[in-house]
């Protein structure tokens, strides 16, 4: 096995409705990977499955090699699996600054080791600047790169984001999706992002699955994935 992590045959199923039916993915190192569908195709359901916050009803999980399927959700975060969820969660009331330095006490390291950290987090997210600001004066796309932030202070490997630039106006969702691509050049992150917005997927040029009724309806690039039948009736012909 090559991928970083994988699932097979993953089914989650909620009073008889399968959410999520027999779903084979799986992401490499140092990549991206979209997951898009119409609203209620399983994306989010699929997402819990990979974090811990859902036991799935069928199928496995593996992460570097190593079956997952039953580790608890504090275990994955500390292997470095780590979720945004569809809201954010960041303390408004705290400093940005602050609320890195909080994600950062449950990294490791010295103290000197995470204050460098913190800093460069600051940076990477473009920041530093509103390091003394409090979060609830911070733009929506700011405090979505805060979120962000966190989770790299955190020190995760595999970013799971659901929706990360809802919300936000064209110029903060390109920034993000130059952010996501710095993550992987220059960290060597994986990340699984779900988005309904299809420029933002263009743009990030990567591997996509397409999820319907809880499925995988197609797999491939932007161009491949834009050119199937299948896909333009359930989700992109929604859109026209
Ligand atoms: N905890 C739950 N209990 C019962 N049904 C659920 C639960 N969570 C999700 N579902 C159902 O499972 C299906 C998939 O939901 P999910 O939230 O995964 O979709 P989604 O692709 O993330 O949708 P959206 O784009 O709207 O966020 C939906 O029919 C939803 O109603
Ligand atoms: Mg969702």
Not at 68 to 88: D, E, M, N, W
Not at 218 to 239: C, H, K, S, T, W
Request: aromatic share 4%; net charge neutral.
């Amino acid at each position: 096995m090559s991928a970083l992590l994988q699932t097979q045959g993953l089914g989650k199923t909620f009073r008889g409705l399968a959410a999520n039916a027999d779903i084979d993915f799986a992401i490499e190192p140092r990549s991206i990977h979209c997951v898009i569908g119409p609203n209620g195709a399983g994306k989010t359901t699929f997402l819990s499955m990979i974090s811990g916050h859902l036991a799935p009803s069928s199928g496995r999980i593996f992460y570097n090699n190593a079956d997952i399927t039953r580790l608890a959700t504090v275990a994955r975060a500390r292997s470095g699996i780590a979720r945004k969820f569809q809201t954010p969660s960041v303390f408004h009331g705290l400093t940005t600054r602050t609320n890195i330095e909080l994600a950062a006490l449950r990294g490791s390291g010295s103290r000197g080791e995470r204050r460098a950290r913190i800093d460069e987090v600051l940076e990477t997210i473009g920041l530093s600047a509103q390091a003394q600001r409090l979060a609830a004066h911070l733009s929506h796309g700011q405090r979505q790169w805060l979120e962000i932030g966190m989770l790299l202070a955190m020190q995760a490997k595999v970013l799971l984001l659901d929706e990360p630039a809802a919300g936000m106006t064209a110029g903060e969702t390109a920034a993000t999706g130059a952010l996501l691509q710095k993550l992987v050049a220059e960290r060597g992150l994986a990340i699984i992002v779900i988005e309904h917005n299809m420029d933002f997927i263009r743009d990030l040029d990567a591997e996509i699955t397409v999820l319907h009724l809880g499925r995988v309806i197609a797999n491939g690039r932007f161009d491949e994935i834009a050119a199937d039948p299948r896909v333009a009736d359930v989700y992109l012909g929604q859109q026209a």
